[in-house]
């Protein structure tokens, strides 16, 4: 019994280094326990299959999002400091209370002029800003036709708007334009590049299903607003489809290297929106030097064009050369994706390039589904191209090791292995 234990009389468990530790109903110890056995205690390093070695500052690092390679803006760190300097007369609240003229409303205008929307709404994150609109825009009548690798924080604003979700292929229009003639003018969610695999959905003909069936549309441009299209204004923009889309939201924790979240949208929703959404409503608003940040961001990304040519030849440098290697790779983009497939495997592959000290980013369930683990590989464009090269040579190094050639991703890809 601990110290505690002996001044309380309340028992703890034996792990609690003399910290009062309130032991838990079976339930909860149960589902612990549960998750514990499978997802920990199966790996061979007792941590969760996502965490491996830890890097170093030799290591090749392909895990960050910061794919303009920006969060050490020395001009973005100053407007930071400038405004918490002075920052004592903003209040920390709920956005519901800020009026006209605040930082926020003026960082909104900048972004809805930038994406060319008539409004911009600033959320506290891409999940909030997803979770949010959801909650907005569906119901429990409102038929939700979703991707099947759309973004979890869609499928979790499907779920608290208790809407009905239906889900069509990986950008299989077919499938989606039959599911939105069965079940009647709905909501369409895709994301315009995927988190898992580097594709890009095929916009164009998405779009077009939604108008022709008076569908509401909301494209998630987390991984290519500010990356495509022209000014990085993303790939909606690129196609001139931005006149036809209702509603792009995005996580501003990408390309923008900040902790935010944004949905372009009409005015009128702009007006409804902070009232009606639970994480405008109950969860306060970022702060004055966050935005601050982002406004310099913005600035950055708008003229970052020679930034984007790198980015689009490094990512295109080593989706090249992991083809070439055998490796299937459905990226189109700067995220590039190994998928051994089973846990096993993943762990396998991740020791493997962490052993020579190469780092990507493990995803599996409940990221992907549970035979579908794989390895996102996340390019920015300043990496140089000897390091790139040497991921190359360190991916043809382990194919043998890692039993590229027998994954299934691998046979499923109709060239094979070479
Ligand atoms: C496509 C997509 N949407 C939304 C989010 C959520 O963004 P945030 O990290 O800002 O909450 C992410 C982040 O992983 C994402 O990849």
Redesign the pocket.
């Known amino acids: 019994m601990c110290r505690k234990d002996e001044e309380t009389g309340l028992s703890c468990s034996n792990e609690c280094n003399d910290r009062f530790v309130l032991t838990v109903p079976d339930f909860l110890e149960q589902r612990l326990s549960d998750f514990e056995e499978v997802s920990i205690k199966t790996r061979l390093n007792g941590k969760p299959l996502v965490l491996g070695k830890k890097p170093d500052q030799h290591s090749i690092i392909l895990q960050s999002n910061d794919y303009l390679n920006i969060s050490m803006h020395p001009d973005i760190s100053r407007a930071q400091i400038e405004k918490l300097e002075k920052a004592g007369q903003e209040l920390v609240m709920s956005a519901v209370f800020m009026h006209d003229g605040s930082d926020k409303a003026l960082f909104e205008s900048s972004m809805a002029e930038f994406a060319g929307f008539e409004s911009a709404i600033l959320c506290q994150?891409?999940?909030?800003?997803?979770v949010g609109l959801m909650q907005v825009i569906a119901d429990s009548t409102t038929p939700v036709y979703i991707d099947f690798l759309t973004?979890m924080?869609?499928w979790e604003g499907i779920k608290s708007a208790g809407a009905i979700p239906h889900m069509f292929m990986h950008n299989d229009t077919g499938h989606l334009e039959k599911l939105v003639q069965q079940h009647g003018k709905g909501i369409i969610l895709v994301?315009s590049l995927y988190?898992t695999t580097g594709d890009i959905a095929p916009l164009r003909d998405i779009i077009d299903i939604a108008n022709r069936y008076d569908c509401v549309s909301v494209v998630?441009e987390?991984?290519s607003l500010g990356t495509h299209g022209p000014q990085g204004r993303g790939l909606v923009a690129s196609l001139g489809l931005t006149d036809r889309v209702h509603f792009i939201?995005?996580?501003?924790?990408?390309a923008f290297a900040g902790?935010?979240?944004i949905i372009l949208c009409s005015n009128r929703f702009a007006r409804c929106y902070p009232y009606m959404a639970h994480p405008a409503i109950f969860s306060s608003a970022i702060l004055p030097h966050e935005i601050a940040g982002l406004a310099t961001t913005l600035g950055i990304i708008a003229a970052g064009d020679e930034r984007r040519v790198k980015l689009y030849e490094n990512a295109e440098f080593l989706r090249d050369g992991l083809r070439d290697l055998g490796y299937a790779i459905v990226s189109q983009s700067q995220i590039i994706s190994l998928e051994p497939g089973t846990e096993p495997e993943t762990e396998a592959l991740r020791d493997a390039l962490e052993d020579r000290n190469v780092f990507g980013s493990v995803f599996c369930a409940p990221a992907t589904p549970k035979n579908r683990a794989l390895m996102r590989f996340s390019v920015h464009c300043g990496f140089e191209r000897d390091e790139l090269q040497y991921v190359l040579d360190v991916c043809d190094a382990i194919r043998d090791e890692v039993g590229m050639r027998n994954w299934k991703s691998t046979k499923r890809n109709k060239g094979g292995a070479k």
């Open positions: 994150s891409g999940w909030a800003a997803n973004h924080s869609l994301d988190s998630d987390s991984h939201t995005g996580s501003l924790a990408k902790r935010a979240g």
